[in-house]
């Protein structure tokens, strides 16, 4: 079964400071990989995805992440974070044996301070 | 910005009653979803929706849930027979046809089950 694992409950960073997020997946085949953020009362909203290619990827507010096969992670990062960074991340898999079903981790808690 | 809605932002609800949750997708989306995440649990895959027919279910989906796409903008998640353990917050999402994987979700409708 695909999964995917955050080890850290929370990150806290100085705002300017670069910030990653860590995630590690286990899958059979091939892994499409997310990461979506959380605000409060607010929904999911996706950030970026790898599917293939470049195994950095890029995607929204500055935010890009780097799949490594061999350490089977897929990290999140962002050079200089800013207080408005202050969110819950989410990385989740698409199961192989699926088109749509996502897989989501437990979730990070950055917290960006002043 | 297009995005998806979903009412209500809360419901409370006594066990046994029926309750249907609304979403409205973005408008060109052709797959739709649902999730919940139980208060301090991962966010779990309910029910994939393609073409007015489900697509793919958990096996939290049993026959106490269903969905319907009743016209041709509303996507509503019913429960019949509300449990203590249906509390949660019930995310919506759609995705496009020309990139289904990138989910995009709603602000999710937290419902208390007492």
């Known amino acids: 079964a695909q999964s995917v694992a955050q080890p850290e409950d929370q990150v806290n960073v100085a705002e300017g400071n670069p910030l990653t997020v860590k995630c590690t997946y286990s899958v059979s085949g091939n892994p499409y990989l997310f990461w979506y953020v959380q605000y409060p009362n607010r929904g999911l909203q996706f950030l970026l995805k790898y599917i293939t290619g470049d195994n950095l990827v890029k995607g929204s507010y500055g935010f890009e992440a780097e799949f490594n096969k061999s350490q089977t992670s897929f990290h999140l990062k962002k050079p200089s974070a800013l207080v408005s960074d202050s969110a819950l991340y989410f990385c989740a898999v698409r199961d192989t044996d699926s088109w749509g079903k996502l897989q989501f981790g437990a979730g990070t808690q950055v917290v960006v301070t002043p | 910005e297009p995005e998806v809605t979903q009412t209500p932002s809360h419901q409370v609800t006594q066990m046994g009653q029926e309750v249907i949750l609304r979403c409205v997708p973005i408008s060109n989306h052709l797959y739709f979803y649902w999730y919940r995440q139980i208060l301090g649990q991962k966010v779990e895959f309910l029910v994939s929706?393609?073409?007015?027919?489900?697509?793919?279910k958990s096996e939290i989906f049993d026959d106490q849930f269903s969905v319907e796409r009743p016209d041709g903008s509303n996507f509503t998640l019913k429960i019949r027979s509300t449990k203590l353990e249906d509390s949660a917050m019930y995310f919506c999402?759609?995705?496009?046809?020309?990139?289904?994987?990138?989910?995009?979700f709603g602000p999710g409708t937290r419902l208390t089950v007492t």
């Open positions: 929706f393609y073409n007015n027919e489900i697509s793919e």
């Open positions: 999402a759609s995705s496009a046809r020309d990139s289904p994987h990138e989910q995009y």
